[in-house]
């Protein structure tokens, strides 16, 4: 049982480059979701999904794009790198109708 | 404007001695609320959380208090150990906005031996 996986670990891209950061979960919960971390903001909600198919902007959702295909699966895409996205990603999970979550390693993202 | 706040970015303690971390809030539609450990390099985990229906909550070293009037939390950390320290986020939710996690910017808690 790995829980929540997140890839990669750390990544470094330029101004206006795209890329998809990956999670998987094996522990069959309905709600995903993608936050990032900045000094001082705490962690920020992105994006959530409240199953397959159906997903839906948190607070800071210009600039990326989510799908949720299957219940396992909730990549989260930059389409156009910028400066202001480096950060720290985490993706957490967690049933319907609970209250906690549970979180990814996280994906350091750098750009330039 | 944050809803969730922590004014404290850090906090140095002595081992064995009390951790009080401080939370307060502005949104009076917030019914759960929750506190998340982070170390380095890892994703935060869950720590103790406190419905609004309750004003205390407790489980071993770690309880969490609620002043609701005030909008205040606090999460007191008995006795504190060397291993405590980490970063501590505050967390809360409401059920009516599908009880998506708002959090509060962070303390990092310094337990020296």
């Known amino acids: 049982n790995a829980g929540v996986t997140q890839t990669p670990k750390f990544q470094v891209l330029k101004t206006g480059q795209s890329m998809t950061l990956q999670c998987a979960q094996d522990?069959?919960?309905?709600?995903m979701s993608w936050y990032r971390q900045d000094p001082g903001m705490g962690l920020r909600l992105i994006h959530y999904?409240?199953?397959?198919?159906?997903?839906d902007q948190g607070e800071v959702p210009n600039g990326y794009n989510v799908s949720r295909s299957t219940t396992e699966d909730f990549p989260l895409r930059l389409l156009s790198a910028a400066p202001s996205q480096t950060s720290v990603y985490f993706c957490?999970?967690?049933?319907?109708?609970?209250?906690?979550?549970?979180f990814g390693p996280g994906t350091r993202l750098l750009v330039l | 404007d944050q809803q969730v706040k922590q004014n404290s970015p850090s906090l140095s303690v002595q081992e064995g001695r009390i951790s009080i971390l401080n939370c307060d809030y502005t949104n009076s539609m917030f019914d759960y609320f929750l506190w998340y450990k982070k170390y380095p390099a890892e994703g935060p985990t869950f720590l103790i959380s406190i419905s609004s229906i309750k004003d205390k909550n407790e489980d071993g070293r770690f309880t969490v208090f609620l002043n609701k009037s005030a909008k205040h939390l606090s999460l007191h950390i008995v006795p504190s150990q060397p291993g405590d320290s980490a970063v501590y986020f505050c967390a809360a939710s409401a059920y009516d906005a599908g009880n998506m996690l708002t959090f509060g910017g962070g303390t990092r808690l310094m337990v020296k031996p």
């Open positions: 957490a999970t967690r049933l319907a109708g609970g209250e906690t979550q549970y």
């Open positions: 999904s409240v199953g397959a198919g159906i997903t």
């Open positions: 522990m069959n919960h309905e709600y």
